[in-house]
Nanobody, 128 residues
Framework: QVQLVESGGGSVQAGGSLRLSCAAS????????MAWFRQAPGKEREGVAA????????TTYYANSVKGRFTMSQENAKITLEMDSLKPEDTALYYC?????????????????????WGQGTQVTVSS
């Protein structure tokens, strides 16, 4: 049984930082792309960051809106998203996701429809 469990969300003022973590179980993480998505009320789910497994190149991809502010990393089955210089528009429910489909481009790596396994989400709220 695949489980993705997020933690680390919370409330912070603009300019602050948060760290999200995702613990994956039930999958061979060495063969899966891992990603972070977010969804704000009334908006579509959007890709934030994704990382390919090392045996597929290990490339990390970021949405333009978070480049230079967010950093995704992976240590075995644990995924981390370091979020700095947070803005009110970063407020959303953040999800961890896993896919064994080939990505290879930022567009595909951040495409929600490629991901078949999802966590329950963790709320991030940034106040101005």
């Amino acid at each position: 049984q695949v489980q993705l469990v997020e933690s680390g969300g919370g409330s912070v003022q603009a300019g602050g930082s948060l760290r999200l973590s995702c613990a994956a179980s039930g999958i061979n993480y060495q063969n899966y792309n891992m990603a972070w998505f977010r969804q704000a009320p009334g908006k579509e789910r959007e890709g934030v960051a994704a990382i390919e497994p090392r045996n597929r190149g290990g490339t990390t991809y970021y949405a333009n809106s978070v480049k230079g502010r967010f950093t995704m990393s992976q240590e075995n089955a644990k995924i981390t998203l370091e979020m700095d210089s947070l803005k009110p528009e970063d407020t959303a429910l953040y999800y961890c996701a896993a896919s064994n489909d080939f990505t290879g481009t930022a567009y595909r790596a951040l495409l929600p429809s490629l991901y078949g396994f999802w966590g329950q989400g963790t709320q991030v709220t940034v106040s101005s």
